[in-house]
């Protein structure tokens, strides 16, 4: 009777698995999935930042530097959207922040996150290639390396890893004036402290997503966020708290902000100097959050 008995649960088992096993390996397909997709990705599941929400106050208005302050929900809260580049895809304006032709300092920051190609987190400088070769941009992000861009000359340092590996990195350069230092960051360790040329920008012309003096193509299908611009050479210790504030983090020093564009649905200037830009080939996405890690 055991043997009987144990011959039937058996066949009741097997029974169980033929029924309900191809069930079961589709509900665990579709939970993979989801996963993959980033479903259940804790960063998809809370509130996200609308555009605006968190804005740079200044009473005295435009350039001002008097009781300026941040307004709204600025504690890093996750964007609603990102800059997507389609070919050709750009960001653009012209201002007169720095003054013309003039030495200056300078501090660019940003969160990018691309599969390859030439993607410029800032530029500044001259509209018209080899003008003058003491105009200089400067691109935070392009093969696969941080590098210096200016007309004439180039300099770039390899970061030691794959940036073009689907994941967010947060990027930033610093140029002292005083020094003629250059130093470069992916996420908060910086990777250069050498350059020994004083420059200047020019014109006053900012590209975001394209090189300014070549006017290189960004690459299709990257992300942008976040995009910051001081006229001071910022501190380790200040890109390391760029950094830990994460994708959404408001800025610091904000006597010496000059730009502020967390490309979050639109290219407005949020640092209050209202420096908004024009864009070309560029969207906006909620789908964003694949590859993003808060610090």
Request: with cysteine.
């Amino acid at each position: 009777m055991r043997s009987v008995s144990g011959a039937v649960h058996s066949q009741s088992a097997m029974e169980y698995l033929t029924t309900y096993g191809w069930a079961i390996l589709v509900i665990a397909v579709v939970l993979a999935a989801l996963f993959e997709l980033g479903v259940f990705n804790a960063n998809n599941l809370g509130p996200r930042a609308q555009p605006g929400s968190c804005h740079i106050y200044r009473p005295d208005g435009p350039g001002t530097t008097a009781f300026i302050s941040a307004e709204g929900l600025c504690n890093g809260e996750l964007p609603e959207y990102t800059a997507l580049y389609n070919p050709g895809g750009y960001f653009w304006g012209n201002f007169s922040s720095f003054g013309s032709n003039t030495a200056v300092s300078i501090t660019e920051s940003g969160w990018v996150k691309t599969t390859g190609g030439d993607l410029s987190v800032l530029a500044i400088g001259t509209t018209v290639y080899g003008s003058n070769p003491g105009q200089a941009s400067f691109d935070s992000y392009a093969d696969n390396q941080l590098e210096y861009h200016g007309c004439y000359d180039d300099y770039g340092v390899n970061v030691g890893g794959n940036l073009y590996d689907g994941n967010w990195y947060f990027v930033a350069m610093t140029y002292s004036s005083s020094t003629g230092i250059l130093t470069m960051y992916v996420d908060s360790k910086a990777v250069s402290n050498t350059w020994g040329a004083s420059q200047n920008l020019g014109n006053n012309v900012v590209w975001i997503g394209r090189d300014l003096c070549d006017k290189w193509t960004s690459f299709a299908g990257s992300y942008e966020a976040n995009v910051q611009l001081y006229n001071t050479s910022l501190s380790s210790n200040n890109i390391q708290a760029l950094y830990y504030e994460g994708i959404g983090g408001a800025p610091i020093k904000l006597q010496n902000l000059v730009g502020w564009w967390p490309l979050n649905g639109n290219a407005q200037d949020y640092s209050g100097n209202n420096n908004n830009l024009k864009q070309g080939a560029v969207s906006f996405t909620g789908s964003w959050t694949s590859g993003y890690t808060a610090p």
